[in-house]
C-alpha cells in the first residue's frame, strides 16, 4: 500500500481486505469442520473394522468347538452301535442384498441365443 492514495481509496482498500478477510475466515471454520468430520468418520471405520475383527473370532472359535462337540457326540454314537444318520444341513440363508446381488450376476452371465430371430417357446418352422 502506498502512502501517495487519496484518503478515500485508502477507505475502499481496507474495506476491500476486511470483506477478503472475512470471506478466508469463515471458509477456514468450514474446512475445519470437514476435516473434524473427516476424522470423526475415520474414527468410526476403525471401530467398526475392530468390532468385525472380534466378532469374526468369537466366530470362528464358536464354529470351531460346535465341531468339536459334534466329532465327540458321533464318536460316542458310533461306540454305542447306532448308525449314522446322514442329515441334510440347511443351507445359509442370504440376505435380501445378497440374494439381489445373485441374481444380477447370473443374468448378465447367461449366454445369449443362438439364434436371435426365434422367440422362446416358439417352434421351429420345418424345412420343405
Do not use: C, D, W, Y
Amino acid at each position: 500500500m502506498t502512502t501517495n492514495h487519496h484518503p478515500q481509496q485508502l477507505i475502499s482498500e481496507v474495506q476491500l481486505f476486511r470483506i477478503r478477510v472475512a470471506t478466508a475466515e469463515s471458509e477456514l471454520k468450514v474446512i475445519r469442520e470437514q476435516a473434524r468430520e473427516a476424522k470423526r468418520q475415520r474414527k468410526e471405520a476403525k471401530q467398526i473394522a475392530r468390532r468385525a475383527k472380534r466378532q469374526f473370532k468369537r466366530s470362528k472359535a464358536e464354529l470351531f468347538e460346535l465341531k468339536e462337540a459334534l466329532t465327540k457326540a458321533e464318536g460316542e454314537l458310533s461306540k454305542v452301535g447306532g448308525r449314522l444318520v446322514k442329515l441334510k444341513m440347511p443351507k445359509a440363508a442370504l440376505s435380501k442384498k445378497a440374494k439381489s446381488n445373485n441374481s444380477k450376476v447370473r443374468t448378465q452371465a447367461r449366454p445369449q441365443s443362438q439364434r436371435p430371430g426365434r422367440a422362446r417357446g416358439a417352434k421351429a418352422i420345418p424345412k420343405i
